[in-house]
């Protein structure tokens, strides 16, 4: 590459921050123009090209980057020495053309209107009302944990592998998306991650690529979970890019899906966010609703926590802070950690709706 050309794109990378410090102050133009129209476009093209493919090629291309930057860096030494000026504006343009087709390609999503705002929802609610809104779903979580289980002590085991689980995702969406058209997700592009065992350490149920747009499942998580994470990160492809946004969507999906084990896992996946909250802001009622949700819940729940503790590792913690960062360096400000804002969007969701 020439070094004026890399000095275009080195400047370019400067236009591009600069202009993505203030997109934040225009979320209904990036609504319009870019989540409900180029990213539709854009997202709908890799699924056709790359979802019928039954590995990764997001993974692949991961790889095969990280071979090249370690060979590069390899043969660039004695450049780092003899050639700075160039060797930074080699880095400077790589930035630049992968910061441009990040957002192009996806992470513009970031910058969109609040979900509670498209969807004509409230973003708080009460005390009463989450106590309210958890002892419902208590009760439709039992009643759906003692028809799988046949006994209230006894945890639920999907009998689905996960490529029959992937293959249900879109059902759910489809009875979304006749209350929400712009939630039918057609095609799926779900898979399992080459990478199921590094992302387990990292601390990570499964990640969107950006670039290809492949929603990428640990294949290592629970089968109760997949439902949740599958929804979770196909939330993700639908242009919600916010965490705590996707959670929604993704338990909504797996509650409106057909499938029983599906609402099993959307149900007692949203009750888990109730329940945390009440115990952060009433500890007396936690105490009081705990012991009426069934034991077979309660184990699922253990299950899950189990699993996680059995790959805790010292460099967990700093992988978990560094996307955290990340989340609040593209305009999210409450980072991972925005369990109140979930919970807000179910309780008024279901405000007026049947569980």
């Not at 039992?142 to 209230?152: A, F, G």
């Not at 059902?171 to 590094?198: F, W």
């Not at 996707?246 to 509650?255: E, M, R, V, Y």
């Not at 009750?271 to 500890?283: G, H, K, S, T």
Request: net charge neutral.
């Amino acid at each position: 590459m020439r070094k004026n050309i890399k000095l275009i794109l080195v400047i370019f990378f400067g236009i591009q921050l600069l202009l993505m410090s203030q997109l934040k102050h225009y979320p209904e133009f990036v609504e319009q123009f870019y989540s409900n129209g180029l990213y539709v476009f854009l997202s709908k093209l890799s699924h056709y090209i790359l979802g019928w493919l039954p590995f990764s090629v997001g993974d692949i291309l991961y790889t095969l980057a990280g071979i090249y930057i370690i060979r590069w860096l390899i043969i660039s030494r004695k450049r780092i020495i003899n050639d700075t000026i160039n060797w930074i504006l080699d880095i400077g343009a790589t930035l630049s053309i992968v910061y441009f087709a990040f957002h192009i390609l996806w992470a513009f999503n970031y910058y969109r209107q609040p979900l509670y705002k498209s969807l004509h929802l409230k973003a708080d609610y009460t005390t009463e009302q989450l106590i309210s809104f958890t002892e419902r779903l208590i009760e439709k979580s039992n009643s759906l944990q003692y028809q799988l289980s046949k006994n209230d002590t006894i945890k639920v085991r999907l009998p689905y592998s996960s490529s029959e689980i992937f293959d249900k995702v879109k059902d759910g969406y489809q009875t979304l998306s006749e209350e929400y058209p712009h939630l039918k997700y057609h095609p799926k592009s779900i898979k399992k991650s080459i990478y199921s065992l590094p992302l387990t350490y990292m601390g990570f149920s499964g990640y969107l690529n950006p670039f290809t747009n492949e929603a990428q499942v640990n294949g290592l998580i629970s089968t109760y979970k997949f439902p949740t994470t599958s929804c979770h990160e196909a939330a993700h492809q639908l242009g919600y890019a916010a965490e705590n946004e996707a959670n929604f969507i993704g338990s909504l999906a797996a509650i409106h899906n057909d499938d029983i084990y599906f609402k099993y896992s959307g149900y007692t996946f949203a009750l888990r966010y109730c329940l945390a909250e009440i115990y952060y802001r009433d500890p007396e009622s936690y105490n009081r609703i705990l012991p009426t949700v069934n034991k077979g819940i309660l184990k699922n729940y253990q299950e899950i926590q189990d699993f996680w503790r059995s790959y805790e590792n010292p460099i967990e913690p700093y992988f978990e802070k560094t996307f955290d960062n990340f989340l609040k360096a593209n305009n999210q400000a409450d980072g991972m950690k925005s369990y109140s804002y979930v919970v807000a969007l179910l309780v008024n969701y279901y405000e007026h709706k049947e569980l």
